[in-house]
């Protein structure tokens, strides 16, 4: 097979993101394909049909170009009407599908860009072939490429137990489209499984949907994400150079200080640090990121990932009314009963019924990440065994040690050894600098 060029695998943000910067660079476009079954810069995230799910950061936060931080903002501003929720005392929050509008838009603008070839499939092995690669493809067939970008995002949940259960309109395990509610009865007793945005999300559309039946989260820690507030002017702190995870941890602490963390102040604190968190992250050794993922990584996620402030009233209003309990434990199994209720079995031995259960536990493993890592066509990360090694120009590793110097990786496949690049600004400035990197 000869090779055609850049291959993206993945179909969300992240390619297109990286494509936005290779043209903003001058990159030739012939050559380059994407392989994905969305619509490019849509993907789980963005992809969404439910207008109750919203951007979980105002919108000056949505940026796709780190030199032009207002740009969202702006085209919002012009291109959105009658959304009258947007609005909130600490900036305007739209509609995921809304940020999907804006980069469509983006890429219409680029006729190179918006005439690319797009192969509507997903990619489920990749092999090597001369100096490129093969990329095998779910219908059967195969293309090739002479340098690969992995942007696979978020792979879809799957739920957060051993014994898998087949997906029905009542047992929800991927609900980041949103085209679930409408199956789900008003008066249903509902599991959702999970406490962070993605159960906020859940609860904010049920509320909307003036669901009537008693909701129940259960959740490990059994704590709500805090809510975004109205920060500004954080200046991007320095970290220190040479510290293990102790110091790591302490500069975290000091910077944040004895502050209440629903405080502005602290957050405004703790986004200075994350301007160049992915940086230092990267000069600490796989063993002390390891150990500070382990201890600490669920704390991280709770302060990183706040909610909008439309989910969060929603989660406050029904919990003040009673309607929305949370429950501090774990979901082991579930079963159903041949009047279709499902029996929810907790790890302290309790049981729930309910009429519908909602996984709201975060992302799967990615199955082609999976596969390029069993059969060693990339090395596997030291701490982190479902991930691949990585350098920090992004290039995974062959299993000699070696830089592949035609497979790349984007987005949250990188996190394990970028750091925090979830959101849509931290992977803006990761594909402005690979798209450096890939027109060199
Ligand atoms: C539910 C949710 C809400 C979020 N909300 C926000 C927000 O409000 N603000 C913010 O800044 N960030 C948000 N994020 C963070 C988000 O991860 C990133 O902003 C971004 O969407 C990641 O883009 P991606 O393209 O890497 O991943 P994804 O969006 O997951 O897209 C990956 C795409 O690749 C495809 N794919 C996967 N495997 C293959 C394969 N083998 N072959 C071909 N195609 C494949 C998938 O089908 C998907 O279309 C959210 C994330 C999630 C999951």
Not at 166 to 171: E, F, G, I, N
Not at 220 to 237: I, K
Not at 243 to 258: C, I, N, P, Y
């Amino acid at each position: 097979m000869t090779p055609s060029g850049l291959c993206i695998i993945g179909s969300g943000y992240s390619a297109a993101a990286l494509l936005l910067h290779l043209e903003a660079r001058g990159a030739k476009m012939d050559g380059v394909t994407v392989i994905g079954p969305q619509a490019l810069g849509t993907g789980q995230a963005f992809g969404c049909v439910n207008d109750d799910f919203r951007l979980n950061v105002r919108a000056e936060l949505m940026q796709v170009w780190p030199d032009d931080p207002g740009h969202f903002a702006n085209w919002a501003a012009t291109n959105i009407a009658g959304d009258r929720e947007a609005d909130t005392d600490v900036g305007a929050f739209y509609r995921r599908r809304d940020f999907a509008s804006y980069i469509a838009s983006e890429i219409r603008a680029r006729p190179a860009l918006a005439s690319l070839p797009h192969i509507k499939a997903s990619a489920v092995n990749i092999s090597a072939s001369g100096d490129g690669w093969d990329i095998e493809l779910d219908d059967g067939s195969t293309t090739g490429a002479s340098r690969i970008v992995l942007a696979t995002g978020n792979p879809p949940p799957v739920w957060p137990f051993r014994e898998q259960i087949a997906d029905t309109p009542s047992l929800v395990r991927v609900p980041w489209l949103g085209d679930w509610p409408e199956n789900i009865d008003g008066g249903a007793r509902i599991v959702v499984i999970g406490s962070g945005l993605t159960a906020l999300d859940a609860i904010h559309t049920l509320r909307h949907r003036q669901h009537h039946g008693g909701i129940t989260l259960v959740a490990p820690d059994g704590m709500l994400p805090p809510v975004q507030t109205g920060w500004r002017d954080a200046d991007a702190l320095e970290w220190p150079q040479d510290v293990r995870a102790s110091g790591f941890l302490k500069f975290m602490r000091d910077t944040v200080g004895d502050i209440p963390w629903e405080d502005t102040e602290w957050q405004r604190r703790f986004e200075s640090l994350r301007y160049h968190i992915s940086a230092a992250w990267q000069r600490l050794d796989a063993a002390d990121q390891g150990r500070l993922m382990r201890r600490f990584g669920w704390l991280w996620s709770l302060a990183r990932f706040r909610a909008g402030p439309q989910a969060f009233g929603s989660a406050q209003m029904l919990l003040d009314t009673g309607q929305l309990d949370i429950v501090t434990d774990m979901v082991t199994g579930i079963t159903t009963t041949s009047g279709g209720v499902h029996d929810v079995g907790l790890a302290t031995g309790a049981r729930l019924s309910a009429d519908a259960v909602i996984n709201c536990s975060g992302a799967g493993r990615d199955p082609l990440i999976t596969r390029i890592l069993d059969n060693g066509t990339a090395a596997r990360h030291q701490t982190v065994s479902h991930r691949p090694a990585m350098t920090s120009e992004l290039a995974l590793i062959r299993a000699d040690g070696t830089p592949h110097g035609n497979m790349f990786g984007i987005g949250p496949m990188t996190s394990h050894v970028a750091g925090d690049v979830l959101g849509s600004a931290s992977i803006a400035r990761q594909a402005r600098g690979l798209a450096a990197r890939l027109v060199q």
